[in-house]
């Protein structure tokens, strides 16, 4: 295998070893119970219930998905109770300090702010709660969303990393068919190299005949020689 192949290889395995690591949750350091960060909370029931699947989830210590206390960044988490009761005109984030959660107003938003309360486990029926911006929740009027600087930088990386592993591939599969093609006349070769064999056999027969015409005089009896001899005087 060559060195090019090699590194193809290689490049290939880790970008689908990162593909899978960037699929997982984010552990976080500095919290009470295990929360993991996430881009996006659970958009529907079913979502949800995968989530908390995902997470080994109990009816004791249910699954939620609330912002950090920064506002920059979804956490999901099972907590230490199943639900909580979110009130109206607010919504929660979790304290890292304490790992506790707190309320936040959400009466200045300019939408999506609930006028009932709800449980914590039907969150993503009111996304204004889980939509963050540059520090900030995105339904308040003064809240600027991410320049995404660093996922611009992430996909442009995706993107040539998509182009070099494409060029392993048809470098690979060039390869491929190089091996074959001179294999296959490899086999030709040999297959006429051994299609001459008979015919080398056949012109040593040939030389085996010259040489018994050539002792033609010992293979006839003396007394058949001595007759032809006077015959031939006679003439």
């Known amino acids: 295998m060559s060195l090019h192949t090699k590194v193809c290889l290689v490049v290939v395995g880790t970008f689908l070893a990162s593909l899978l690591v960037q ?5 976080l350091h500095g919290y009470k119970f295990p929360v993991y960060a996430t881009t996006v909370c659970p958009r529907n029931e079913t979502e949800w219930i995968e989530r908390s699947s995902a997470l080994n989830c109990n009816k004791s210590n249910g699954y939620t998905c609330l912002p950090n206390e920064n506002f920059d960044q979804l956490l999901e988490y099972c907590y230490i109770v199943p639900v909580e009761r979110i009130q109206k005109g607010f919504c929660l984030y979790l304290v890292k300090r304490v790992s506790r959660t707190q309320s936040y107003s959400c009466r200045n938003f300019a939408q999506g702010c609930h006028n009932h309360s709800f449980f914590s486990n039907e969150i993503y029926k009111y996304p204004a709660c889980i939509s963050l911006g540059n520090g900030c929740f995105l339904a308040e009027p003064s809240c600027k969303r991410s320049t995404n600087n660093d996922d611009d930088g992430a996909l442009f990386a995706a993107i040539l ?15 491929y068919y190089m ?17 001459n064999g008979p015919l080398l056999g056949d012109k040593n027969h040939s030389n085996n005949g010259t040489d018994c015409i050539n002792e033609l005089e010992e293979c006839i009896p003396s007394s058949g020689i001595d007759k032809g001899k006077t015959f031939l005087t006679k003439l």
């Open 161 to 175: 990393l998509g182009i070099f592993i494409l060029f392993c591939i048809l470098s690979l599969l060039s390869a």
């Open 23 to 27: 699929n997982e949750c984010r552990k």
């Open 179 to 195: 091996i074959r093609i001179r294999r296959r006349k490899d086999d030709v070769q040999l297959h006429e190299e051994d299609g």
